[in-house]
């Protein structure tokens, strides 16, 4: 029987597996797991791991993540960020740290290990590699150039720069590599065997711009990533439909899709080799549904892929949701045979 971690990295490697990889993202439901309070969980190294430990082994999870919340990086550079006893940390959109432009100019990318946020992260990356990472596959993270771009100019301000200001858009964008790198670098070194690439506001433009912007910076991350020796996730929520040939293009050893993307089209657009993650709708199905309308959800993602599938919702499994519901998730995982 293979581990997890060997399970993950075989499927990536287009290589036969025992079972389906099983690889749903959980954040706060990991915090409750262990009874701690979000906001402890999200900037607390140790009780990251220890969360997510305890749900990997709870359902049979093939891998354990850093993921948290996306004021990691920004809040390094100096963003404001909120910060909430048992919710995700928010960038602070009203007083967004670039809300001036002038001010890129100036701006450096913070050292990972500055020993803060980045630096908690990288701590994260190496507990779980020392807890867990014989067994499981180990995910570090980072935001991708949109979703870091916005979370330092604002969203609004950085979708109206598509169009009227797109010189800076590239600064921008070129800025937030050189932030990516080396936090990817370290969390690498850690231990990290993959580096999911969170990249959530790029569902919001069109293919024009994002041909035009957004396609090379997302494939710099990943040929960045891959030549550190780290396999690459690329995870964006929101409706891709209309981008999913060019995502296919960009050579990530997996593709998350959200819950309102056909994964057939998916498919179709993207070729029978790029291995593809999801895509149940986290909440109408995984959370207020029941283990039959779980398992046959699943079961016709998984016949629209056809093959090099992972498990997973379309994002992240909510808090509160049913026990059986994420058991039967994990059980057809655990008993379907790639191929047969």
């Not at 379309?314 to 191929?339: D, H, I, Y």
Request: aromatic content about 8%; overall charge negative; some cysteine.
């Amino acid at each position: 029987m293979m581990t997890g971690r060997e399970r993950i990295l075989s499927a990536l490697e287009h290589k036969k597996t025992d079972c389906l990889p099983l690889m749903p993202i959980t954040m706060m439901l990991a915090a409750d797991e262990i009874g701690v309070p979000y906001g402890r969980y999200a900037t607390d190294a140790r009780l990251l791991c220890q969360g997510q430990v305890a749900i990997a082994e709870h359902f049979g999870f093939d891998y354990v993540s850093v993921i948290s919340d996306p004021g990691v990086e920004s809040g390094d550079c100096g963003a404001s960020i909120i910060y909430y006893e048992n919710q995700p940390p928010a960038v602070d959109e009203k007083n967004a740290l670039l809300a001036d432009k002038s001010r890129l100019a100036s701006l450096k990318p913070p050292a990972p290990h500055s020993g803060r946020r980045m630096s908690n992260r990288i701590e994260g990356v190496r507990l779980l590699k020392e807890k867990a990472g014989k067994d499981l596959l180990v995910e570090g993270w980072v935001e991708g150039p949109t979703a870091e771009s916005a979370d330092l100019r604002g969203i609004n301000h950085l979708m109206i720069d598509f169009i009227d200001d797109p010189d800076f858009v590239k600064e921008l964008f070129a800025f937030v590599y050189e932030l990516a790198m080396p936090f990817a670098r370290a969390q690498v070194e850690a231990g990290a065997d993959i580096i999911g690439v969170g990249d959530a506001a790029s569902s919001l433009v069109g293919p024009s711009i994002y041909e035009e912007f957004v396609w090379e910076y997302q494939k710099k991350w990943n040929d960045g990533i891959h030549a550190m020796g780290a396999k690459t996730r690329l995870h964006i929520c929101g409706n891709t439909t209309a981008n999913l040939a060019m995502i296919g293009k960009l050579g990530y050893d997996m593709v998350d899709l959200d819950w309102m993307v056909s994964v057939a089209e998916a498919r179709k657009q993207m070729g029978p080799d790029q291995v593809l993650l999801g895509n149940i709708d986290p909440v109408r199905v995984l959370f207020s549904g029941t283990p039959e309308i779980v398992l046959r959800e699943i079961e016709k993602c998984y016949q629209e892929a056809g093959s090099n599938y992972i498990v997973g919702a379309g994002c992240e499994v909510p808090r509160g949701t049913p026990e059986e519901n994420l058991l039967a998730l994990s059980r057809f995982a655990k008993e379907t045979r790639p191929g047969v």
